[in-house]
């Protein structure tokens, strides 16, 4: 079954620094999103994708981060300048739209730990 | 945007059918009903999806009575790796289709 892989596993960057977390969602999907899950709380939505633009953003999802399709198969995170309460788990996920209308089930790739020190 | 309430948590034993119940009072015409499992350290993996009645697949079945206004995933004879975190979410098959998570409930399975 095809996944969406995502890297690295674990990121340690400190407070200030820029890190890009890279996606590579399954290859016939169309929409892309970024998810978080800080340690012990709810999965949050960040980001979705499609057609090469941001659909829809959170309040998460603030100047510091940018999201990007540089090529046929990579999606990335990028957070500009670090701060300590971005640690937590980066999920990315995607899907494809349906016959309704609608898109189909998320899939989720396994994540990225970020530690911001 | 359907708000939905499900147990925190839940305690079963091997063998066990398991019956998580969700309710979503305010869902809409145009609202699915979907489950996702998360072990730790992992991402949220699709369970099951439905509209209305019953939807079955080799993991689980998901019963919605007419109203809709609550849910029931069913996990048959479960085991000691179906310990998890269990997602209820109501997501709009139309215009914005942003799945939101709630806190879950927590289902430890013993032997």
């Known amino acids: 079954e095809p996944e969406v892989t995502q890297t690295p596993s674990h990121q340690v960057t400190q407070m200030g620094q820029e890190v890009i977390l890279r996606c590579v969602p399954i290859?016939?999907?169309?929409?892309f999103y970024w998810y978080r899950q800080i340690l012990g709380q709810k999965v949050e939505f960040l980001v979705s994708?499609?057609?090469?633009?941001?659909?829809?953003k959170s309040e998460i999802f603030d100047d510091q981060f940018s999201v990007e399709r540089p090529d046929g198969s990579n999606f990335t995170l990028k957070i500009r300048s670090t701060k300590l309460e971005d640690s937590a788990m980066y999920f990315c996920?995607?899907?494809?739209?349906?016959?309704?209308?609608?898109?189909?089930?998320?899939?989720f790739g396994n994540g990225t730990r970020l530690t911001v020190t | 945007l359907a708000k939905t309430t499900q147990p925190i948590s839940m305690d079963s034993y091997e063998g066990q059918e398991v019956n998580i119940t969700c309710s979503h009072n305010?869902?809409?015409?145009?609202?699915?009903i979907t489950w996702y499992q998360q072990f730790p350290s992992q991402g949220p993996r699709f369970i099951i999806q439905?509209?209305?009645t019953k939807v079955t697949n080799e993991v689980a079945s998901l019963f919605i009575p007419a109203d809709r206004k609550s849910s029931t995933l069913s996990l048959p004879r479960v085991s000691l790796s179906d310990t998890a975190v269990y997602y209820c979410?109501?997501?709009?098959?139309?215009?914005?289709?942003?799945?939101?998570f709630g806190r879950g409930t927590s289902l430890i399975v013993h032997p």
């Open positions: 996920a995607s899907s494809v739209p349906t016959l309704t209308g609608g898109n189909s089930p998320l899939h």
């Open positions: 290859s016939n999907h169309l929409y």
């Open positions: 305010n869902i809409a015409t145009n609202d699915y």
């Open positions: 979410l109501v997501v709009s098959s139309g215009g914005s289709y942003i799945p939101t």
């Open positions: 994708f499609y057609n090469n633009e941001i659909s829809e």
């Open positions: 439905g509209y209305k």
